[in-house]
C-alpha cells in the first residue's frame, strides 16, 4: 500500500517504491540500484543542515548497504554546519566501504567549497548522469 508520505519513483533502471524520510517537502529521496539520492530543497543553513543530518542518519541506517549521492541542484548556500555535515556523513559511510559523492553543485555552494578546499577532499560531479555511472563501480 503506497501512503502520502511515500514516492514513488521510475527511472530507466527500475522502478521502486521506498518511503519517503521527509513529510515536510524539504526534500526528495530516491533509490537507484545501491545508491540513494537525495535532492535537498533549500540552503543548508542551520536549521536545515540539523534537519538533514538527522534525515541522512535515518537512511544510511534504513538502507545500510547504499552509497549516498547528495544532488545540491536546488541549495544556493552552505555555511560551515552543512559543510560539517557533509564530512561527517563521508566519514560514517567511509567505515562501512560505502561513499558520498556530489553533483549538481550551485555556483554559489561551488565558491564555498573552493574557499574550504572541498573541492578536493570530496567527490563532486556536475550533473547526477555523469555521477551515476561512476558509483556503480
Known sequence: MIYPRDIIIFS??????????????TMEVKKIGNIIVIYP???L?????????????EIISYEPDCDILLN???????NSLGIHLL??????????????MICDVTEG?????????LMDLLKIFTSEIEAIPCMKV
Open 72 to 78: 545540491l541542484k536546488n541549495v544556493d548556500f552552505i
Open 45 to 57: 543553513d542551520i536549521d536545515m543542515s540539523l534537519y538533514l543530518k538527522n534525515k541522512i542518519i
Open 41 to 43: 530543497y533549500a540552503s
Open 109 to 117: 555552494v561551488t565558491e564555498t567549497f573552493k574557499i574550504v578546499n
Open 12 to 25: 530507466l533502471i527500475n522502478c521502486i517504491h521506498i518511503p519517503n524520510p521527509c513529510q515536510d517537502n
Open 87 to 100: 564530512m561527517k556523513t563521508a566519514n560514517i559511510l567511509k567505515k562501512s566501504n560505502r561513499r558520498l
